[in-house]
């Protein structure tokens, strides 16, 4: 969208470190759970967009989308896998890191769509929201961050979650043509 601020705060690398999140790193290490700073956007300085709510939706689409492409990559490159002769002590390997390269991504795609803050499933929401509803929730969102570690913590919506997931990847797999386990 040519808004600079990624990259004036550092954030347009590959280097994990820029984007550890001390708090949310202690977590992952704790309780196994954890998250990392979101990248920050300025939509007043989108360059090659007119729309700040569309470019701003686009902007929170973007994060899903490349765990499912993702999740996508990882299952043909299993099916491809499966179709060669590779010794089992090279193919088994491999055969679980794209396994787990899918599994995982779908797990992102779907978690991130949640529509609490700071997921970008809340910034598509706010897309679709009247102003009058959005002024009326905004001030719930520096309590995003409790009310989604609550809710990961019921087990119904765990289940729910795990379901969901469940059935994404079966039909992603099924559509690229790999049976999961």
């Known amino acids: 969208m040519g808004d600079p601020t990624p990259k004036l705060y550092g954030r347009l690398t590959l280097n994990p470190i820029?984007?550890?999140?001390?708090?949310?790193?202690?977590?992952?290490?704790?309780?196994?759970?954890?998250?990392?700073?979101?990248?920050?956007?300025?939509?007043?300085?989108?360059?090659?967009?007119?729309?700040k709510r569309l470019g701003m939706l686009l902007v929170?689409?973007?994060?899903?989308?490349?765990?499912?492409?993702?999740?996508?990559?990882?299952?043909?490159?299993?099916?491809?896998l499966?179709?060669?002769?590779?010794?089992?002590?090279?193919g088994l390997p491999l055969t679980i890191f794209f396994t787990w390269g899918a599994f995982i991504n779908i797990a992102f795609g779907v978690f991130n769509l949640l529509p609490i803050p700071p997921l970008d499933g809340y910034r598509i929401?706010?897309?679709?929201?009247p102003a009058e509803t959005l002024l009326k929730i905004r001030k719930y969102e520096p309590y995003g961050m409790f009310i989604l570690i609550a809710i990961i913590m019921l087990p119904p919506f765990t289940s729910i979650l795990m379901n969901t997931i469940n059935s994404i990847s079966f039909l992603m797999a099924k559509v690229v043509g790999v049976n999961l386990f």
């Open 18 to 51: 820029a984007h550890i999140d001390i708090v949310g790193f202690i977590a992952l290490l704790l309780v196994h759970f954890g998250w990392a700073k979101p990248v920050p956007v300025n939509p007043l300085l989108f360059r090659k967009i007119k729309n």
């Open 60 to 80: 929170a689409l973007a994060g899903p989308a490349s765990n499912f492409i993702s999740a996508f990559l990882f299952l043909i490159f299993l099916k491809v």
């Open 82 to 90: 499966s179709t060669v002769y590779i010794p089992a002590s090279i």
């Open 125 to 129: 929401l706010e897309y679709f929201l």
